[in-house]
C-alpha cells in the first residue's frame, strides 16, 4: 500500500533516509569531482570536456538538494557535513591531475555507482510503499544513467 510521509513508520523512515543519506553524499562527493575536473582537464578535448563537466555538476548540486530536503520532508536529519559525506560515500576524491581519458573513466565509475546506489535506495523506497520518494531516485538514477553513457560514448 502507497504511504505517505504522514503515515510511514519511523522505522522505514529510518532506513529510507539512511538510503537518501547515502546519495546525497555520493551525490556531492560526484559534485567535486566533476568541478574538479572541469578546472583541471587539458588536451584537444578541452572545450566539450570542460563543458560536459560542468553540465554533470550542476546537475548534480540541484540533485543533492533535491534528495536532502526529501529527507527533510520525512522529517529525518540530513547529514550536511563534507567529512561526512567524504566518509561514507563510495565514490572517491581523486588526488592529483588525472589525464582526460582518466577523468572520463572515472568520472564514468563515479555515474555507475551512483546510479547503483540509487537504484538500491528507490528499491527500499518502493518496498515500504514509499512510491514518492522511489518517483525521484528513478529519476535520478535515469540521469545518472545518462551520464555514463555519454562518458562510456568519449571511450569507445
Ligand atoms: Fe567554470
Not at 546519495?23 to 575536473?37: D, I, K, R, S, Y
Not at 583541471?40 to 570542460?50: D, Q, S
Not at 540533485?63 to 550536511?80: K, S, V
Request: charged fraction near 20%.
Amino acid at each position: 500500500m502507497t504511504q505517505t510521509a504522514q503515515t510511514l513508520s519511523t522505522d522505514a523512515t529510518t532506513q529510507i533516509a539512511e538510503a537518501l543519506n547515502q546519495c546525497v553524499a555520493e551525490t556531492a562527493v560526484t559534485t567535486m569531482l566533476a568541478q574538479n575536473f572541469h578546472w583541471n582537464v587539458t588536451g584537444m578535448a578541452f572545450g566539450p570536456l570542460h563543458a560536459l563537466f560542468q553540465t554533470i555538476y550542476e546537475d548534480h548540486f540541484t540533485a543533492q538538494d533535491d534528495l536532502a530536503e526529501r529527507i527533510r520532508a520525512l522529517d529525518a536529519h540530513a547529514e550536511g557535513t563534507l567529512a561526512g559525506m567524504i566518509k561514507r560515500s563510495k565514490v572517491a576524491e581523486v588526488d592529483g591531475v588525472p589525464a582526460d581519458q582518466e577523468m572520463i573513466r572515472l568520472m564514468k565509475e563515479a555515474q555507475e555507482t551512483l546510479a547503483e546506489t540509487i537504484a538500491g535506495a528507490g528499491e527500499l523506497a518502493a518496498n515500504h510503499g514509499d512510491t514518492l520518494t522511489e518517483d525521484l531516485c528513478i529519476a535520478r538514477g535515469q540521469a545518472h544513467e545518462k551520464f555514463a553513457w555519454m562518458l562510456r560514448a568519449h571511450l569507445a
